[in-house]
């Protein structure tokens, strides 16, 4: 499994008792998956999360060269990695269904429902994080005390469907390369490559650019419906994570650090 992250603290990244100083901060998260099929198998092909830190009752302004955002991206090197980056996963989901105030996730609950199904190993453990969400995504008006606010933002902002049509509807410029079906074609084609033993053909840099795009959209996007974040249109993707998270994915997004580095 590979890991891409600007956290300092990716296995905590809301806080932790073991940390010498911490401030108190109201956090927004935005999820996103890759799904890939190797026969009748779901296998899960990128994930992400992006944390953003919002004001508690105002809308904050957003620009692509200022914009400020914690990414960790996990992507599978072999076949049969889709357990361990769900458990990674989920420990992720676990703690920011407690400590973050916002999370939003497109057309989450199919994916959750996928992450439900998966075949686990006998005597393995259920993902508390994944059936949590899975039961509040049943009905969102409804929250436990204490608990994120759940927000799709396929259903709850419009159109429905693919994340780059609805970021395009709210002044969110997707990356070209990845939008429309054009996203999911590459995860099952990177798929493919790495159940054929093509390497050469597989991209991970490819399937981090994707997923990490996905999820600042949905991050922003769950800013705007709760409003708490706000934009000039439109707000390029691709230039807030060339600013922001070029490391995620180099040959993608290295644009800015060559430039700097020249």
């Known amino acids: 499994m590979l890991e891409r992250t600007n956290l300092g603290w990716p296995e905590t990244p809301f806080g932790s008792v073991t940390r010498p100083v911490q401030k108190p901060a109201t956090w927004l998260t935005g999820i996103s998956l890759l799904w890939g099929e ?12 992006v944390l953003m830190k919002i004001h508690r009752t105002q809308s904050l302004p957003v620009s692509a060269p200022l914009m400020n955002f914690g990414f960790r991206v996990l992507l599978p090197e072999a ?20 400590k973050s105030q916002i999370l939003a996730w497109h057309n989450g ?3 959750l429902h996928v992450l439900r199904q998966l075949p686990r190993a006998e005597g393995e453990p259920r993902h508390p994080g ?60 990177a798929c493919e490559a790495l159940a054929e033993g093509r390497l050469a053909a597989f991209s991970p840099d490819a399937l981090a650019g994707s997923v990490l ?24 993707l691709f230039q807030a994570m060339s600013e922001a998270a070029w490391e995620a994915a180099p040959s993608f997004l290295g644009g800015v650090a060559s430039a700097r580095s020249e």
């Open 38 to 49: 190797a026969g009748d198998e779901p296998m899960l092909m990128g994930a992400a999360a």
């Open 79 to 98: 076949m049969g990695e889709t357990a361990a980056i769900v458990s990674q996963l989920d420990v992720l989901l676990v703690q920011a269904r407690r």
């Open 109 to 111: 609950a199919d994916d």
């Open 130 to 189: 994944v059936t949590a969400l899975a039961e509040a995504w049943k009905d969102r008006t409804i929250r436990e005390r204490g608990t994120v606010h759940c927000v799709d933002t396929s259903h709850d902002l419009r159109p429905a469907g693919l994340i780059s049509d609805t970021a395009a509807a709210h002044g969110l410029e997707p990356l070209k390369s990845f939008a429309g079906v054009q996203q999911q074609d590459s995860a099952q084609d």
């Open 213 to 236: 795009s996905s999820a600042l959209a949905t991050a922003l996007l769950g800013g705007k419906h709760t409003g708490r974040l706000h934009w000039e249109e439109p707000l390029s």
